[in-house]
């Protein structure tokens, strides 16, 4: 009895051995099939674009209403193109204004944080759309708070996009603190597959 039953376990352990030979050539030739698949997403995803997160702040440029030099994840000059007031209605002593326009951007990604736009950083001329609501003093006509809503049309490296902004006075001044916060769709252009040695 004590050889039957080795003769099971012995066949026990075969049967599981061929089935663990089976499932492993199976599982090696799925992680083919992956790292294929993967490399071949990879190859095309140059040209798809990617999502970037950036934020910073817009810093009034003095003698130029309008105009602002951009800092932090993005590195360039905005200019305020178009701006009306949708609708304003007072709330107390509050007045709320609801303003729209178009602006633009002209800068770069800037991907290695040296404060400037270099070659290989997604850049371009970029027009957007902005809905903003304002509040200020009704007494003063100082502001109190501005948060804008900036759709970007695609240009140059960039295929869209939102930001948002937030404009906050500093103390009693009239300097004002401009932040910006977003994710922009980024084309990456075609990695080149031929370099020179």
């Given at each position: 009895?004590?050889?039957?039953?080795?003769?099971?376990e012995?066949?026990?352990?075969?049967?599981?051995?061929?089935?663990a030979?089976?499932?492993g050539?199976?599982?090696?030739g799925?992680?083919v099939v992956?790292?294929?698949?993967?490399?071949g997403?990879?190859?095309?995803?140059?040209t798809?674009?990617r999502?970037?997160?950036?934020?910073?702040?817009l810093?009034?440029?003095?003698k130029?209403?309008g105009?602002?030099?951009?800092?932090?994840?993005?590195?360039?000059?905005?200019?305020l193109?178009?701006?009306?007031?949708v609708?304003a209605?007072?709330y107390w002593?509050?007045?709320?204004?609801?303003?729209?326009?178009?602006?633009?951007v002209t800068?770069?990604?800037?991907?290695?944080?040296?404060?400037?736009?270099?070659?290989?950083?997604p850049?371009?001329?970029?027009r957007l759309?902005?809905?903003?609501?304002?509040?200020?003093d009704?007494?003063?006509?100082r502001?109190i708070d501005?948060?804008?809503?900036h759709?970007?049309?695609?240009s140059g490296?960039?295929?869209?996009g939102?930001?948002a902004?937030?404009?906050?006075?500093v103390?009693?001044?009239?300097?004002?603190?401009?932040t910006?916060?977003?994710d922009?769709?980024?084309i990456?252009?075609?990695?080149?597959s031929?370099?020179?040695?």
């Amino acid at each position: 009895m004590a050889s039957t039953n080795k003769a099971k376990e012995s066949g026990t352990r075969s049967v599981s051995f061929r089935r663990a030979v089976r499932v492993g050539a199976a599982a090696s030739g799925l992680a083919v099939v992956l790292v294929c698949g993967a490399t071949g997403t990879a190859v095309g995803a140059p040209t798809e674009p990617r999502q970037v997160h950036v934020e910073g702040q817009l810093i009034p440029v003095e003698k130029s209403p309008g105009t602002y030099r951009v800092t932090g994840g993005l590195v360039g000059t905005y200019r305020l193109r178009t701006e009306r007031v949708v609708n304003a209605w007072t709330y107390w002593n509050t007045e709320i204004r609801e303003i729209a326009g178009t602006e633009a951007v002209t800068g770069c990604v800037d991907q290695n944080q040296n404060e400037s736009c270099d070659a290989g950083e997604p850049s371009g001329d970029v027009r957007l759309t902005f809905n903003r609501v304002a509040s200020l003093d009704v007494s003063t006509g100082r502001l109190i708070d501005s948060r804008s809503t900036h759709q970007l049309i695609g240009s140059g490296s960039f295929s869209g996009g939102v930001l948002a902004t937030r404009d906050i006075p500093v103390g009693n001044s009239d300097e004002i603190v401009s932040t910006y916060e977003g994710d922009l769709k980024v084309i990456q252009p075609p990695v080149d597959s031929k370099r020179a040695d």
